[in-house]
């Protein structure tokens, strides 16, 4: 079946360091969302992309989608305390039922 | 006020008792999900409904049953033949236009 897979699992970085988390999946995507979760909460959903090469930036996140539909990844520029949790990339299967990453939590140390 | 409302926020319950976690939303949306997340995990779907009165599996439904007799509403019962029930559950929803979905609070079940 398909998988959708993400690296790291956990990243941990000083403020104002960047970061990047890349989702691959084994099957080609007609498009892909992006979820944030911090601690002790709920997803919350970022951003969607749907054509190949897609790149689309908000503030100091950048999402990008692959040529082949197959990888993803979302950059984040100079990370404040703010961008502490976990981030979700996920694939659609069929209509409205999407397959969620592992996720990469981030830790950002002040 | 719109969204997705999950009660109660903790449970707890002894092994062997089957129990029910609420999932109600009024975004008028068509199509209604649960997840189940464990600690350092990420979501893995139970059971999805794209309309009223009908579901389909996901890919951990054993030990799990739902109904959708309302539009509004989703719930979801934990049965004691599920094995290791302890986890954080979610609900989310979305609607037609896009498949944003929307994510209630969640309900973190203990079982004991």
């Known amino acids: 079946g398909q998988q959708v897979m993400q690296i790291p699992q956990y990243q941990h970085v000083q403020e104002g360091e960047d970061f990047t988390t890349y989702c691959n999946s084994s099957t080609t995507l007609s498009n892909i969302q992006w979820y944030k979760q911090r601690p002790g909460g709920h997803p919350v959903f970022l951003i969607q992309?749907?054509?190949?090469?897609e790149v689309k930036k908000q503030k100091r996140l950048t999402f990008q989608f692959g040529e082949a539909k197959k990888n993803s990844s979302l950059h984040i520029t100079a990370t404040q305390t703010t961008d502490v949790g976990t981030y979700f990339c996920?694939?659609?299967?069929?209509?409205?039922?999407?397959?969620f990453g592992t996720g990469t939590s981030l830790t950002v140390i002040p | 006020d719109g969204g997705i409302t999950q009660s109660p926020k903790y449970l707890f319950r002894k092994e062997g008792q089957n129990v029910t976690l609420s999932c109600e939303q009024n975004?008028?949306?068509?199509?209604m999900y649960w997840y189940r997340q464990d600690p350092g995990q990420g979501l893995r779907l139970i059971y999805y409904s794209q309309i009223v009165n009908d579901f389909q599996k996901g890919d951990i439904a054993e030990g799990y049953s739902v109904s959708r007799e309302k539009k509004e509403s989703f719930p979801l019962t934990v049965t004691s033949a599920q094995k290791n029930p302890t986890a954080f559950y979610l609900c989310?929803?979305?609607?037609?236009?896009?498949?944003?979905?929307?994510f209630g609070p969640g309900t973190r079940l203990t079982v004991t």
């Open positions: 992309l749907v054509k190949s090469g």
């Open positions: 975004l008028n949306h068509d199509a």
């Open positions: 989310a929803s979305s609607g037609d236009r896009t498949n944003e979905q929307y």
């Open positions: 996920a694939g659609p299967v069929t209509g409205n039922q999407f397959y």
